[in-house]
């Protein structure tokens, strides 16, 4: 994403801006772990609530935090709709 194209998608919705910096920032940790990101997803969803998450995926709310805090499997379908909860997506680049 280019550096005008970050300005106009934060405009257009900063809440989600914020969401992705802060979760972008939490994949790029020096001591990054997977448990790190599924609760930095679950700590997001929390604020922007965890209903409009879970409803997303198909999940009562409190299934929706066993699988983001660990206590039940998660599945990758269920972080792609968390993320698509919270107006955010999941990118590959080249590095």
Known sequence: MTPHERANARAANPRAAETAE??????????YE???FARSLLLAAELHGIEHAARECGLSDEAMRRQLNGT???YFDSVLGAMRALGVRLRVEVV
Do not use: G, K, Q
């Open 22 to 31: 802060y979760l972008d920032a939490r994949l790029h940790m020096a001591n």
């Open 72 to 74: 039940r499997p998660l």
């Open 34 to 36: 997977e448990s790190t």
